[in-house]
């Protein structure tokens, strides 16, 4: 994008200035922006140039005189003022200049017209089951989404008609627009940047070259899919306006609660109560699997509450790849609370047989009770 800026602006003097005045307010700029006072400011290096090279233009009385004429045409090649001025620096040296102090947004370069707006991508959520998520299935969603309108397929334009160049821009996409000191180019507000107008819009997406509709679309769900996992359906995001490429719809995976089993990535978990007499005395339970097969779980005699016991391979399987992830067990011993005359009975005796070696945790806490507060 090319850059044009007016001298007298640059360095704040009026039209009228004479050469003292001229020559002061540069001094002052020149001081200002000197690389010496700002070392290592490329900034300031770029306009220490500048307002040197509107300097040179406005002390000299013929190349003023020129430029208060044309303007900087008078120092292009070809200009009135012949070829290169400004002691050895032309006008393209002096954007690429500014280009160093704004940055790309002046700079030139870049295509004429702009690129055509690619559309947006789409989201969607879908919530699965833990058993859908560790078997995978294939299933259809509805999505009302942009896609290219087919009676003038994606241009835009009524069927038989075609789009003309913009008489604003001449097809380039691009004007050029006074701002202070800068004439700067921008996208044509007339064509949107795309050097083209339609005259005849299709009447049934109004030129836009795409309508809503309600889409059914197949999304194949990979085994071990976990939320938060993303799928993508390239292309099947809305479409672009006046035929442009079409974005991604991305789906969204969610997993709901499970009854019996947590996740923790490939990893399920799960508590089994079980009754102290089974824990003292050891067993063994089945736990059924989210594909249908049976884990036989041995629980050794004397286990205690919060002890885990793992199965391997038959947690959720890897998502992509090969195999399974673990089961996790976790032991609560539960008391039972409801106990018949005979049940209480024969627990009395068990307890008057206890000599404290059958539970040596408990001993050993109050061991340290006696050893700390005596007695």
Do not use: W
Request: charged share 25%; proline share 5%; glycine share 14%.
């Amino acid at each position: 994008m090319s850059v044009e800026i007016d001298f007298y602006e640059l360095l704040g003097v009026s039209r009228t200035a004479d050469d003292k005045e001229i020559k002061a307010a540069y001094r002052k700029l020149a001081m200002e922006h000197h690389p010496d006072r700002n070392p290592g400011c490329g900034d300031s290096e770029a306009k220490f140039k500048a307002i040197s090279v509107a300097y040179d233009c406005l002390k000299d009385p013929q190349k003023r005189a020129a430029y208060d004429r044309f303007g900087h045409a008078a120092f292009q090649n070809g200009g009135p003022g012949g070829g290169q001025g400004f002691g050895g620096a032309d006008f393209g040296d002096l954007g690429d200049i500014f280009e160093t102090i704004f940055g790309g947004a002046f700079g030139g370069g870049g295509s004429a017209r702009q690129r055509p707006r690619r559309g947006a991508d789409l989201r969607y959520d879908m919530h699965v089951s833990l058993e859908e998520a560790f078997h995978g299935k294939d299933t259809e969603i509805e999505v009302e989404v942009s896609v290219a309108c087919e009676p003038c397929g994606g241009s835009g334009a009524s069927a038989g008609t075609s789009k003309r160049t913009c008489n604003l821009c001449r097809g380039q996409g691009k004007i050029r627009a006074q701002q202070g000191f800068f004439v700067i180019e921008k996208a044509c507000h007339n064509c949107n940047g795309t050097g083209e107008i339609i005259e005849s819009p299709c009447r049934e997406c109004r030129g836009e070259g795409r309508v809503d509709k309600l889409q059914r679309l197949t999304v194949e769900v990979p085994p071990g899919v976990d939320t938060g996992t993303r799928i993508r359906l390239a292309g099947k995001g809305e479409a672009g306006p006046q035929g442009a490429p079409a974005g991604d719809l991305y789906i969204f995976m969610h997993v709901k609660p499970h009854a019996v089993f947590e996740r923790e990535g490939t990893t399920l978990f799960t508590r089994v109560p079980v009754s102290f007499t089974m824990a003292a005395l050891g067993d063994t339970i089945d736990i059924p699997g989210l594909d249908g097969e049976v884990s036989e779980i041995d629980i050794p005699a004397g286990i205690q509450s919060g002890k885990q016991l793992r199965k391997r391979g038959v947690g959720m399987p890897v998502l992509q790849g090969r195999g399974r992830g673990d089961l996790v067990i976790e032991i609560v011993v539960e008391t039972p609370t409801k106990l018949s005359k005979e049940q209480k009975a024969i627990l009395e005796q068990f307890r008057e047989t206890e000599t404290g070696e059958e539970c040596p945790e408990n001993r050993s806490f109050f061991d340290k009770i006696r050893n700390t507060f005596g007695g």
